[in-house]
């Protein structure tokens, strides 16, 4: 059961554009949402995050948006720079009894920015 | 500041032998440790995770186990391994709460 789902594999864009990046999941429950980007052979690395509170979260480039009643956010990127280039993840995670949190991650979208 | 290691960085290991990586953490106490794997199409799969010493969550049922024998060491172990063992694996620490994580460079397991 992929309750955090990337529907779209792959991306192409041309540099300067704008990059739109989907994610949908399935749990009500989940409460902060993050967006990862990944490098081949390197661990993901931080890009922004969105609490459930908010429907919007922008850091220079990339804004990030949510839209609880459809259980779906998006990550934005303009301009898009080849330097974007990588697999991207959203990941979502609801706070535990135990006070931990696990997030769940979707199964990526590789985004090819083109020069 | 803090730092997380993550070794080795490839590995190939014939079916049945046994598993043994190592993450370490620097600069920072009691977090939490995961374990993550990223096979083709299944994106980020959680695979264990700790809130303290010797204090292991399960996720998903396999050949794996996890152990926690001090507070910034996470060790991810097979006995025997199997092919579907193979993959990229990521270990990970959270100070908690709302700070997301922080990932290793990864180890890319063949298992041959």
């Known amino acids: 059961d992929q309750q955090v789902k990337q529907n779209s594999p792959s991306l192409s864009v041309q540099e300067g554009r704008i990059s739109i990046l989907n994610c949908d999941y399935t749990?009500?429950?989940?409460?902060?949402f993050l967006w990862y980007k990944k490098y081949p052979a390197e661990g993901p690395t931080f890009l922004i995050s969105?609490?459930?509170?908010?429907d919007k979260n922008e850091d220079g480039r990339f804004t990030v948006f949510l839209n609880k009643s459809a259980k779906h956010l998006s990550l934005h990127i303009v301009p898009s720079q080849p330097g974007d280039s990588a697999v991207y993840f959203c990941a979502a995670s609801a706070l535990k009894t135990s006070g931990t949190y696990k997030y769940i991650f979707g199964t990526g979208t590789r985004l090819k920015v083109l020069a | 500041s803090q730092t997380i290691h993550q070794w080795p960085a490839t590995l190939v290991q014939p079916v049945g032998s046994p598993l043994s990586l190592e993450c370490t953490v620097e600069?920072?106490?009691?977090?939490?440790l995961y374990w993550y794997r990223q096979a083709a199409g299944r994106g980020l799969q959680l695979l264990f995770y700790?809130?303290?010493?010797?204090?292991i969550s399960s996720e998903v049922p396999q050949n794996l186990s996890a152990s926690r024998p001090q507070d910034r060491q996470f060790i991810l172990s097979s006995k025997k391994l199997l092919l579907s063992d193979s993959g990229f694996y990521l270990c990970a620490w959270s100070e908690g709460a709302y700070y997301g994580y922080t990932f290793g460079s990864g180890t890319r397991l063949t298992v041959v």
């Open positions: 749990n009500s429950m989940f409460d902060y």
């Open positions: 600069g920072t106490s009691n977090p939490n």
């Open positions: 969105i609490s459930s509170i908010k």
């Open positions: 700790s809130v303290g010493i010797g204090q």
